[in-house]
């Protein structure tokens, strides 16, 4: 699967090249071949990343595992329509991750987002387009109803792409905030602040909307059911 701006799909063929003003960006699968690519950018920007990173809880009975078993694990989850673990890729390099994990079918048709981006690349509008993107496929051709990306209230560059996102804010508490954008509703549905562990939920009525290209998933039926949970990912 891969996700693109359409100025970057009607641009193919056309001699345009890209430039750092306009760097060609595309959002793909996760992949075994990713590893050492990944490996060297999270190595490199782990000081600035780590403070914000997800850890498992302690006592819960789970480790992080190796790269190799982790791209296994969630492929299979994508293939049960559980997760999408996403590459965001700035002109043909591997710049950051979205997660879309879990997914939540049923009545529900739900899904948490979580995203990271190396520091060569932040600061320029690419994960915000990543993201968009990844929301547009979602509550489009996957059909979901809600999604939610949950964000610590004092991670203000992150706080600052959802509300470039247009999504507005639910309730607050002590540590978490939690962001999301709901189906393709016109009018907004009576919500309460639910607050829980010290979460703050943010919400929006609608993204902006970004046509995308898409192909057929290479992770098979994105609406079968089944499978286990998400695990961590070992850096070392």
Do not use: K
Request: proline share 8%; net charge positive.
């Amino acid at each position: 699967m891969r996700l693109e701006p359409d100025a970057a799909r009607e641009g193919r063929g056309t001699g345009d090249a890209s430039s750092p003003d306009r760097p060609s960006i595309a959002v793909r699968e996760l992949r075994p071949s990713d590893e050492q690519a990944w490996r060297a950018l999270r190595l490199a920007d782990n000081d600035r990343l780590a403070p914000w990173e997800a850890t498992l809880p302690a006592g819960g009975g789970e480790a992080p595992s190796a790269f190799a078993g982790f791209v296994r694990h969630q492929t299979l989850r994508a293939r049960l329509g559980e997760a999408m673990p996403f590459v965001v890729e700035v002109d043909g390099a591997f710049a950051g991750q979205v997660a879309v994990d879990p997914i939540v079918w049923g009545a529900m048709r739900s899904a948490q987002v979580g995203y990271w981006i190396g520091g060569d690349w932040q600061g320029r509008g690419i994960m915000r387009l990543s993201v968009a993107m990844v929301l547009d496929h979602l509550l489009g051709p996957v059909g979901l109803h809600r999604v939610e990306i949950n964000v610590r209230p004092d991670n203000e560059r992150s706080l600052a792409l959802c509300r470039g996102l247009g999504l507005r804010e639910e309730g607050c508490g002590a540590a978490t905030c939690i962001s999301m954008a709901p189906g393709p509703t016109t009018s907004p549905s009576p919500l309460s602040p639910r607050l829980t562990g010290g979460r703050r939920r943010l919400s929006a009525e609608a993204h902006p909307r970004l046509r995308i290209c898409h192909g057929l998933p290479e992770w098979g039926d994105p609406f079968r059911r089944g499978g286990r949970g998400a695990v961590g990912l070992r850096l070392g």
